[in-house]
Structure formats: structure tokens, C-alpha cells
């Protein structure tokens, strides 16, 4: 078959190609800069998890030994208020307890408020992890069909440059024989792509395909298969960055539901303390009313006279009504406050435990955004098509005499 333009056509339409990002010349340097450029990144991205790791850490560890002092400060205070309450009259006593029972109600309504707030904060948060799951989902199908189309693009190649080479090989103008083809066809297709072989992957092309035709394969192979604006293996690299996006997103969404649903449980222990709260400072009004009521002197009497007078008059079920009374006073205003402060100081750490978390998978966005980057500039550069090449097909289309692709260019 004799060529239908001169001598030398096949580096032009090579040229053309690349410039419609099909092709580019291959260059060793560059490859191994992008491959060392990789590796570094990766040895980086290793080591810097590791910095929120050990803010995490710290923090929980402030946290548990902030909340074994509140502990101790609340046995010291119940052990103190105990010991020096018997220094009170029952009306500072009194006082007390209706004071800190005229707070409960606005503390009980901030917290129903607020958890109330947050249990609405979950529904968006659901949303939003069900949107980046289905995301993810659809990205993995569409990187799934890239990195497929990747592979047919490198087996196309393969089997086009095997074919140039069979016929590039025949001995003169004459063309190699049907058993030569079948037996380089074969040859060809045995040929590794990936984890698979070239007939594997291109069983769909090659099921009509009797045999090797080289100036219809110049054609299917070139202009017709080769989409220069796919550029599947780049695509597969921006895909995967959208599933790295994806994944930050379903762990941002899935790290704010559990933020959520620990304040929400927070706000729920919370105003349960409050409850309890209320229930001692009651079980400590109770008896306490019940005494000043049938002795309105004692408002002005300290507690100790009080006791000493009882015991001297043997009046049992008075000082059982003094020790009911005084027993969940000091409860209510020592261990009961000491609860609710502590859980009142939650809200606060929970948020700041929250903000490294999201820190830690904000900064793998941005990562995920240098990685992609330096991974599609490794696989540029690892692929592309060498001077060795070029001189190799141009020679063996010289030998074959196609003019196909030069004619549809023109």
C-alpha cells in the first residue's frame, strides 16, 4: 500500500495530537522531579496528621485533670460547708436555699433552649452527609469509568504500535501473511496492561475485528478512539480528588453529628443535674419550713445552739428535721453545683475539641488538593511519547506506507 502523502508525515500528526493534549514528548528529568515530588508530599501528609493527634491528646488530657480538681474542690466545699454551717443562723440557711432555687427556672430555660437549637443543628448535618455520601458514591462510579477508559486508551496504543511493528517488519512491499497475523495478533494481545492484557481490555474492539488492518486501526486507534479532550488519565486523578473531597466532607459531616449529639446529651445530662438540683434544695426546704414554722425564733439562732438545745431536751424528732435539712442543703449547694458547673463548662471544651477535628480534616482538603496536583503532574510525566518512540513508529510507518491519519488531518 502505497502512501498517499510524503515521506515524514507521522511527526507532524504527532505534533497535533499533543497539541490536543492526546500526546506530549516524554522527558525523564520532569518524571522524576513529579516522582520525587510525590514521595516528599507523601512523607509529609504522613507526619502531619499527627499534629491534631497530639492537640487532641493534650486537650483530653487538660480535660481529665481539670475535672479530677473540680472533683476535689467539690469534696472540699461539701466538707467546708458541712463543717461550718453549724456557724449560720437557719435564716442566712434559708436565704440560701431560695436563692439558689430562684435560678433554676432561667438555667433550665437557656438549656432546653439550647438543646433544642443543637437537636436542629443534626437534621442539616444528616442532610449534608447523605448529599457527600451519595456524591462520593456517584464519583467512585465516574472515576471507576475513567480509570477504564485510561486503560483502553494505554491497550489501544499498544495494540496500534504492535500492528506498525508487524507490518513495519515484513521484508520488502510485501505484506505478512494471514497465519503471521493471526500469530502476531495474538502475540499482541497477550501483551500486559495494568493487571489485565490488551485482549482482555480491548475485547469489545477487537470482537468484529478478523484481521490486522493497519490503515483501518490508524484510523479507529488515532482520531477516532483516542479522545485528545478526555484525557482519561488526568481525569482519573481530578475524579479521585473529588472523592477526597467527597470523603472530607462525609467525615466533616459525620465528626459535626457527633459533636451534635454530645452537646445535645450534655444539654440533656445537664438539665437533669438542674432537676435534681431543684429536688434537694426541696427536700432541704421542706423540713427546714416545717422547724421555723413551729419556732419562728430560730431564724435568728445559729445552728449549733439550736442542736445543743435539742440534745439537751431530748427532742429526737427535731434533731432529726435539723440533720434532714441540713444534710440536703450541704448536698445541693456542694456536689449539686459542682455538677452543674462542671457541666456548664462542657459546652466550651466539646466546641474546642470539635474545632481541631475539623481542623485536622480541613487541612486533608488542601492536601488532597496539592497531592492530586503533584500526582497528575508524576502521571503526565511518566506517560507521554519518547524521541525513541517517535523515530520508532515513524520509521515503521514509513515501512508500512499509511497515509491515513495525514490524509484525515487534512
Known sequence: MKSILPTGWLLPAIAVLSGWGCVHLH???????????????????????????????????????????????????????????TSKTWGRIRDELARAMETLPGASNTVASEFTRFV????????????????????QAERAAAENAALQWQARWIFFRGA????????????????????????????????????????????????????????????DLFDPTAAPGLKVQMLGLGEDLARAGIARAK??????????????????????????????????????????????????????????QNCLTQLEVCGQALEWYAVALSFDRAAID????KPASLEHEHSIRISRINASEREALLARGLQSLERYHSGGITPEQIANLLQAAEAAGIGVIGARLH
Open 27 to 85: 522527558n525523564a528529568a520532569e518524571n522524576r522531579q513529579a516522582t520525587a515530588a510525590v514521595q516528599h508530599f507523601q512523607q509529609f501528609q504522613t507526619n502531619s496528621g499527627g499534629v491534631y493527634g497530639v492537640m487532641l491528646a493534650n486537650h483530653q488530657k487538660a480535660e481529665l485533670a481539670m475535672s479530677a480538681r473540680l472533683t476535689a474542690a467539690a469534696e472540699q466545699d461539701f466538707q467546708a460547708r458541712a463543717g461550718g454551717v
Open 120 to 139: 436542629g443543628q443534626i437534621t442539616g448535618a444528616r442532610a449534608a452527609l447523605k448529599s457527600d455520601t451519595e456524591a462520593l458514591t456517584a464519583l
Open 164 to 223: 506498525l511493528e508487524t507490518f513495519a517488519s515484513a521484508s520488502g512491499n510485501h505484506l505478512p501473511d494471514r497465519r503471521s497475523l493471526d500469530q502476531a495478533r495474538r502475540d499482541i494481545e497477550r501483551r500486559p496492561v495494568g493487571d489485565s492484557t490488551v485482549g482482555e481490555i480491548l475485547k469489545g474492539d477487537l470482537a468484529n475485528l478478523e484481521k490486522l488492518r493497519v490503515a483501518g486501526l490508524v484510523n479507529a486507534y488515532t482520531l
Open 255 to 312: 465528626t459535626t453529628i457527633e459533636y451534635l449529639n454530645s452537646v445535645t446529651n450534655l444539654f440533656s445530662n445537664w438539665n437533669q443535674a438542674l432537676g435534681l438540683q431543684a429536688k434537694h434544695l426541696q427536700l432541704a426546704q421542706n423540713p427546714l419550713g416545717s422547724l421555723l414554722t413551729a419556732d419562728p425564733g430560730l431564724v435568728e439562732t445559729r445552728v449549733l445552739a439550736t442542736l445543743e438545745r435539742f440534745r439537751s
Open 342 to 345: 462542671e457541666l456548664s463548662r
